[in-house]
């Protein structure tokens, strides 16, 4: 018996429960994968072509840590940014009392005092995005709490491409490159072969593109009034590909310094150092391991790693050297929040040994 059986018998039964049709799965450390794998169908359509190691995942929120976060990270190094940096300085509708003190820190660490979505539908401009988003009530003091907020990293990713000076999907094309990629890419925008073999996902219901399969197209309804690539959402990839990205990171963390900038240790424990904000297992732009975690009760307590609304998931455990890639695509029509994430802790327990 494999000693991966445990965690495959996981995800096929998530699979005949119809949680995800989908899945990709890799597993490694820092010198390189130890098991990949991929289950189940395009779709849960009866002639569904089989999902491969290959397929690309709509990532969702993966994008914040490894694309905004990354972006953001090499933007420090470059001194072209700072985390102190207040918000206001970036956007002109950023103004109020209550707002004066948020900084760049603030938003990668979900504890700016703004709510995760906005109340109406998405606007059709960035320009609008913004004076909304800097607009609307704040729900907490800032730095009194941390609440997951798509519209903190929304801002994030404009304040990153105007102090970068191109778009997000070119500046982390710019980082990807030095990671040496394969034809196992990440991207913020499919090329056509590659969108006909994506694992698909279905419009929410207030999505105005409810009806539709979404192949190669964002799921989240924001990024997609964004053109398909935003701060909190966009990035597209495959199992091997987050895996090629989680060795980077996972060398870094564990001190080596051999990886390409801005993947440097001191950089990578910066960013994946949890937040002195009460109660939060936030970092910038990275979460942190929990016993209640989505990463279940077995990593160590120097992991990290992020999950996406699609039912992607990357976790990173600097101590055990080990990182958990397990993509799927429960948008796909599939089960709930609280059934995906039961599957993602039963995943990662049964790996806790590997």
């Known amino acids: 018996m494999s000693r991966y059986d445990a965690a495959l018998a996981v995800v096929r039964e998530a699979i005949a429960a119809r949680i995800f049709p989908a899945a990709s799965i890799e597993v490694g450390a820092s010198g390189g994968p130890s098991w990949n794998d991929a289950l189940g169908t395009l779709t849960f359509e009866r002639d569904a072509p089989a999902a491969a190691i290959d397929t690309p995942f709509d990532l969702a929120s993966l994008t914040k840590p490894m694309a905004t976060s990354t972006i953001v990270m090499e933007l420090l190094r470059r001194g072209a940014l700072r985390l102190d940096e207040p918000v206001s300085a970036f956007f002109e509708d950023w103004r109020g009392v209550e707002r004066a003190a ?67 999907a070119e500046q982390f094309a710019q980082i990807t490159v030095r990671l ?118 077995r990593m160590s307590g120097s992991a990290f790693g992020h999950v996406g609304f699609t039912g992607t998931s990357l976790w990173i455990d600097p101590e055990r050297d080990r990182y958990f890639v397990l993509l799927t695509n429960r948008a796909c029509g599939g089960g709930t929040l609280d059934q995906m994430r039961t599957v993602r802790r039963a995943f990662h327990d049964a790996l806790g040994d590997v």
């Open 102 to 168: 948020v900084t760049v820190r603030d938003l990668l660490e979900h504890a700016s005092g703004l709510p995760a979505r906005l109340v109406d539908a998405p606007p059709a401009t960035r320009r609008e995005f913004e004076h909304e988003i800097s607009g609307i009530p704040l729900e907490y003091a800032p730095r009194t709490a941390s609440i997951y907020s798509d519209l903190g990293f929304i801002l994030l990713g404009f304040l990153a491409a105007d102090r970068g000076g191109a778009s997000l």
């Open 180 to 297: 040496k990629p394969d034809r196992h890419s990440l991207t913020f925008t499919l090329p056509p072969e590659q969108r006909a073999r994506a694992a698909a996902t279905r419009p929410m219901d207030e999505d105005p593109r409810r009806g539709r399969v979404l192949a190669g197209d964002v799921h989240d309804n924001y990024a997609a009034a964004l053109g398909g690539a935003a701060g909190h959402a966009g990035l597209f990839g495959t199992a091997p590909a987050v895996g090629a990205f989680a060795r980077v990171m996972l060398k870094a963390a564990r001190g080596d310094t051999s990886g390409p900038p801005p993947f440097t240790p001191a950089l990578v424990s910066q960013f994946t150092a949890r937040t002195s904000v009460p109660g939060s297992s936030r970092a910038l732009g990275w979460d942190t391991m929990l016993p209640t975690s989505s990463c279940g009760t």
